[in-house]
Each structure stands twice: as structure tokens, then as C-alpha cells.
T-cell receptor
Framework: AQSVAQPEDQVNVAEGNPLTVKCTYSVSGNPYLFWYVQYPNRGLQFLLKYITGDNLVKGSYGFEAEFNKSQTSFHLKKPSALVSDSALYFC?????????????FGSGTKLNVKP | DSGVTQTPKHLITATGQRVTLRCSPRSGDLSVYWYQQSLDQGLQFLIQYYNGEERAKGNILERFSAQQFPDLHSELNLSSLELGDSALYFCASGTELPTGELFFGEGSRLTVL
């Protein structure tokens, strides 16, 4: 069955330092992977996606994600964190087969960027 | 602005009551998804419609129902409300392209007292 896991409930990083938010996935075929960000009391905003091609995907607000097939991971990264990056981040994978119309979201990782 | 519109933004009601949440998808999107986000919980997929037809069903309670109308807007009906139904309800829309992402509305915050 397809799924994603976000092993960290919370990530703390100092402003200016690089950040990584982890995500691992489970699908039997080629994955369609997504990252979203949610600011307090707001809807989810699309950041980036991996469909095929380059393993390093660039997205909005300076974020990028690295797809690693051997490790079944799709970690979100940013070279230099901003306080304004503090938010809840969700990884998602599109379902396969009869579940193709479903998107499976991780439990979310709260990113705290301290000044 | 994602282009997905949800109303109302906030709703306070009592146990046992019934409410209707409304969603207008992005222009051109035929798919509408409904998600529930409770405190300390992630996103729970409820149901998906495509061009008026139900396409996928998730953990939607029997007390809940949804439909998508010919103009593609969707409504989520929640009845016999319980305290535990208090949550943020999100609507998202997307295309049928396998590579397409979802676009989320700002959500409807339901409080059941």
C-alpha cells in the first residue's frame, strides 16, 4: 500500500542555517511526490513536486527536495532558513492503481526557525 | 491565492446539528477533494468527486455526505454533529493529469459545542 512517513514531528533550526525536513515513501511503482506548507490558520500551499527526471527538484520560496530512489526518500531542503519559514510541512504521494485518485499525506513536520 | 474558495471560514454550532460547507474549485479543475484536519492529527482524506461523480472515498463517516454540482462546486454535509467533529475542513481541487498537484482552499473551521 502506498504511504509516506515524516519521522520528525518537529525540526528546530537557527536562522541562516540549512534545514532538512525528512520524508520517506512507500509505493510499488514510480512515485509522484509532493511537498506542501501550511501556515497557521491557512490552507496548504504547494511547494514542489517530483514526477520524473532530475533527482533535485526546485520549488517555491527557495526550497528544493532531493529524490532518492534507493532510500525511498524525498527530503525537503533549504540552504539558509528564514524565520518566516516556520510552519507545518506535509509530504504527500499520489496513490497507485485503483487508488490513483487519492493523495496520501504524511503526519506533518513542524519547522521552527529561531532568530 | 490558490483559486479555491471555501465558505464559511468559521462556523460554530451545537451537537446534533447539521451544517453544510461549500467549495468552489479553481477555474478549469474538474476534481474536488475534501479533507479533515483535527488538532494533533494530520490530513484525513474524506472523499473525491470528478465532474459530478464520486471517484474515491476515504475515512468519511456515514453522518457525512458530499456532492458536486453541474457548475462543479461541491458541498460537504455534516449531520448529527458531535464534539469530535470539530476540525478544519479543507477542499482541494486539481486536474486529472497524473502529474498534477492539488490546490487547497483556506478551509472552514468548524467548532461543535
Amino acid at each position: 500500500a502506498q504511504s509516506v512517513a515524516q519521522p520528525e514531528d518537529q525540526v528546530n533550526v537557527a536562522e541562516g542555517n540549512p534545514l532538512t525536513v525528512k520524508c520517506t515513501y512507500s509505493v510499488s511503482g514510480n512515485p509522484y511526490l509532493f511537498w506542501y506548507v501550511q501556515y497557521p490558520n491557512r490552507g496548504l500551499q504547494f511547494l514542489l513536486k517530483y514526477i520524473t527526471g532530475d533527482n533535485l527538484v526546485k520549488g517555491s520560496y527557495g526550497f528544493e527536495a532531493e529524490f532518492n530512489k534507493s532510500q525511498t526518500s524525498f527530503h525537503l531542503k533549504k540552504p539558509s532558513a528564514l524565520v518566516s519559514d516556520s510552519a507545518l510541512y506535509f509530504c504527500a504521494v499520489r496513490g497507485e492503481g485503483t487508488n490513483f485518485n487519492k493523495f496520501y499525506f504524511g503526519s506533518g513536520t513542524k519547522l521552527n526557525v529561531k532568530p | 491565492d490558490s483559486g479555491v474558495t471555501q465558505t464559511p471560514k468559521h462556523l460554530i454550532t451545537a451537537t446534533g446539528q447539521r451544517v453544510t460547507l461549500r467549495c468552489s474549485p479553481r477555474s478549469g479543475d474538474l476534481s474536488v477533494y475534501w479533507y479533515q484536519q483535527s488538532l494533533d492529527q494530520g490530513l484525513q482524506f474524506l472523499i473525491q468527486y470528478y465532474n459530478g461523480e464520486e471517484r474515491a472515498k476515504g475515512n468519511i463517516l456515514e453522518r457525512f455526505s458530499a456532492q458536486q454540482f453541474p457548475d462543479l462546486h461541491s458541498e460537504l454535509n455534516l449531520s448529527s454533529l458531535e464534539l469530535g467533529d470539530s476540525a478544519l475542513y479543507f477542499c482541494a481541487s486539481g486536474t486529472e493529469l497524473p502529474t498534477g498537484e492539488l490546490f487547497f482552499g483556506e478551509g472552514s473551521r468548524l467548532t461543535v459545542l
